[in-house]
């Protein structure tokens, strides 16, 4: 983290200009209403229609939705089949929409995992939303922290050893360099429904500094309003990134 973390970190508003959200419960929203679990995962999808317009309207820089964790591979293959079908028709149903609301599109995770015609399909959302201005939706899908982290690593070395990059010195800043949210700004706001308060392998790296704010609603009941609560509780914290209280209060008063 460098010394000048404090600087920028907000819209002129007081938004964050990062808000990253693990959307869970939506398996257990279902199965409150006797319906099976696919079901809840559709009612998310709506969910993210409303975050992504609200965040339109609020001029948020960057939204990261958590779709799909490197570890969620483990659940029942049929759970696994639906959640990679609703990924597909979800990006065939919106991607114009996305790029008439001048958003760009971006997927991070482990992309090689995904079938030929979806890795394709992907690459088709992200190419034609590239030059869009606007809100940049970055979707974890086969991702984690710890893969995050290790790629980036990993992309160091190749530098290294191919004779791009001469040094003998590992920086933060050359790692943030590698990461899959490179050039873009942390997290200042990190959002997790669903009632369970961990992290689940998410932006490990990224989330050095996040403001955590966790809610027992279940993803498919989180709204508009759900999402300007949780930017209201943002907005009365104090971020300190280590200094005092008082400095935070009075830069000039800091030496
Ligand atoms: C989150 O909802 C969506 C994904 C992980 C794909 P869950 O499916 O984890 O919902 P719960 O936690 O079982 O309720
Ligand atoms: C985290 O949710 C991943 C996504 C929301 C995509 P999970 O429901 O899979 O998390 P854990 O495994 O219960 O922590
Ligand atoms: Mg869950």
């Known amino acids: ?23 869970d419960g939506n398996g257990r929203w279902a199965q409150k209403r006797l319906l099976p679990r696919f079901l809840g995962h559709q009612a998310g999808v709506r969910t993210v ?67 030929p015609a979806l890795q394709a399909k992907i690459a088709e959302g992200e190419a034609q939303t590239t030059h869009n ?35 003998g010195i590992i920086t933060e800043q050359l790692i943030e360099q590698h990461l899959s949210t490179a050039g873009l700004p942390e997290p200042d ?12 392998n998410f932006l490990l790296w990224q989330l050095a500094y996040t403001e955590f704010y966790f809610t027992p609603t279940l993803w498919p009941d989180f709204g508009q309003e759900s999402l300007g609560e949780a930017i209201e509780s943002f907005k009365r914290r104090q971020r300190r990134f280590g200094q005092t209280g008082e400095q935070v209060l009075h830069p000039s008063h800091s030496s």
């Not at 958590?66 to 089949?81: D, I, K, L, Q």
């Not at 706001?189 to 689940?200: A, M, P, Y």
């Open 189 to 200: 706001l990190f959002i997790r429904t669903g009632g369970e308060q961990r992290v689940s």
């Open 1 to 23: 983290m460098s010394d000048d973390a404090s600087i920028e970190l907000t819209t002129d508003n007081g938004n964050p200009r990062h808000i990253a959200i693990i959307m």
């Open 133 to 167: 201005t606007g809100l940049t939706l970055i979707i974890a899908a086969n991702y984690g922290g710890h893969w995050d982290i290790c790629h980036a690593t990993q992309q160091v070395l190749d530098k290294i050893l191919t004779g791009q990059l001469v040094t």
């Open 49 to 115: 229609r409303k975050i992504v317009d609200y965040c339109v309207k609020e001029n948020i820089k960057v939204l990261s939705l958590f779709a799909f964790s490197s570890e969620n591979w483990r659940r029942p293959p049929a759970e696994v089949n639906l959640l990679m079908k609703l990924f597909m028709s979800t990006l065939q149903k919106e991607i114009d929409k996305l790029d008439r609301n001048n958003i760009k599109l971006l997927c991070i995770g482990n992309k090689a995992d995904f079938s």
